[in-house]
């Protein structure tokens, strides 16, 4: 891939003098490309009908919409071969990606010559598209993590209350977890699954990083790291190692499907996305089911609602043709009407802060509970290193040696920090 990228910018720079001719529409339009990734049938529909929207909107650009995948190769040739889409939609980990090898066009400069206030977005989803001082995306959607919890599960044992600190959840996750006949686990109280979670939001509930707030010093020991991991073994180990860990890979494989673990009400916590209510409904589950902020500890309740924060963002590839009726469009995608189509239609978290307050946004089912996270403005962005690719694999590996019980959290997380202390 490196090697990939390098070819790429150098043909990028081989190719700078290299002037197309504007491409026009039957009515005389500027055709801006735009490529983005949704493949599936009625995710297009919803994308498209907003591009129509902007179409109709104004009579000097035209956007073509390509449903193009999300094959990071692929905008990398194009870019190189002088190919590339005006505007081009990806995740924000793909835009520093992308912006680490120079590939894309800041925007610093559109904004401030069009008086185009980047406050509009949240101030998190502007740093996760920033890159040494420039703002490389414009975003329209947030995908954070919030705590789902069994609301009859819950009542039956007493409890009138979700947890707001780690130590309550823990209480509750020991006297809710029961077991069959053959002393399997019938059902899980302690949010070890889904893996990204426990690896994640678990974690930061505790005020555990895997990284400081530099973005580049890596900390898999720091203290929060140790004592999430401290509780998550203890739980195994009261249940028994074998048990949970059969438990989980059930749960795994029927994950998202009729058969999911929450939506049979066999899982007293769930950290999961907003997309958790829409399945619930479509697999027509009977759940009765509330959503909270991820708590914080007894000593830190400043930890509560923590999450990993990650945007849908759109971007100008530095070798893009029409950059001035692409920024033009990038403001209509992210921040007008046509982008409230896009969060209710999509179900993404939006950007735009005039949402949180929108009625309708409001409406979406458990949007209330994720917006009140994201006005908190306290989700971790992921660092901005070439190698956090392999870090993340390492940080599994030994994950694996903790929950198996092959080594202590404290010397697990000692030796990744030798290995990876030299990541670049």
Request: include cysteine; aromatic fraction near 12%.
């Amino acid at each position: 891939m490196k090697k990939l990228v390098t070819l790429a910018l150098a043909l990028a720079v081989m190719l700078c003098g290299a002037v197309a001719l504007a491409e026009v529409s039957p009515d005389g339009r500027e055709i801006i490309t735009f490529w983005n990734s949704y493949t599936n049938v009625d995710e297009a529909a919803i994308v498209r009908d907003v591009v129509d929207g902007y179409n109709e909107s104004q009579d000097k650009y035209y956007v073509d919409m390509v449903s193009a995948g999300s094959d990071i190769q692929k905008i990398i040739v194009s870019i190189a071969n002088r190919e590339a889409p005006d505007v081009y939609q990806t995740s924000n980990a793909t835009i520093i990606s992308l912006q680490s090898n120079g590939l894309l066009s800041p925007l610093d400069d559109y904004a401030k010559a069009d008086g185009y206030d980047l406050t509009a977005y949240s101030t998190q989803a502007i740093e996760s598209n920033t890159l040494d001082g420039q703002v490389y995306g414009l975003l329209f959607g947030i995908n954070i993590i919030q705590m789902f919890y069994n609301k009859d599960l819950l009542e039956q044992y007493g409890y009138s209350e979700p947890p707001e600190t780690m130590e309550e959840l823990y209480d509750m996750a020991v006297t809710i977890t029961s077991l069959d006949e053959s002393g399997n686990i019938d059902v899980l109280g302690y949010p070890c699954f889904p893996f990204a979670s426990a690896r994640q939001e678990l974690i930061y509930a505790f005020g555990g990083r895997w990284w400081a707030e530099d973005g580049v010093t890596l900390t898999p020991n720091a203290q929060g790291v140790i004592d999430s991991l401290n509780m998550n073994v203890k739980f195994r180990e009261l249940y028994g190692i074998n048990q949970v860990q059969s438990f989980l890979a059930t749960a795994n494989t029927n994950r998202y499907t009729e058969q999911d673990m929450f939506f049979a009400g066999k899982q007293l916590f769930r950290l999961d996305g907003p997309w958790l209510a829409s399945m619930i409904e479509n697999y027509n589950s009977d759940v009765n089911y509330g959503v909270t902020l991820v708590p914080g500890t007894e000593a830190h309740p400043e930890y509560r609602g923590a999450s990993r924060f990650e945007t849908t963002s759109v971007c100008i590839p530095v070798t893009a043709e029409h950059k001035e009726g692409a920024w033009d469009f990038m403001k209509y995608y992210t921040n007008s009407e046509g982008t409230k189509k896009l969060i209710i239609g999509l179900g993404n978290l939006p950007a735009a802060k005039w949402m949180w307050d929108d009625e309708e946004v409001l409406a979406v089912p458990v949007f209330d509970a994720f917006i009140e996270a994201l006005r908190q403005e306290n989700g971790i962005l992921y660092p901005k290193i070439a190698e956090y690719s392999k870090y993340t694999s390492l940080i599994e590996e030994h994950l694996d040696y903790v929950y198996n019980g092959v080594m202590t959290p404290e010397d697990a997380m000692n030796l990744l920090y030798e290995q990876a202390k030299n990541l670049q």
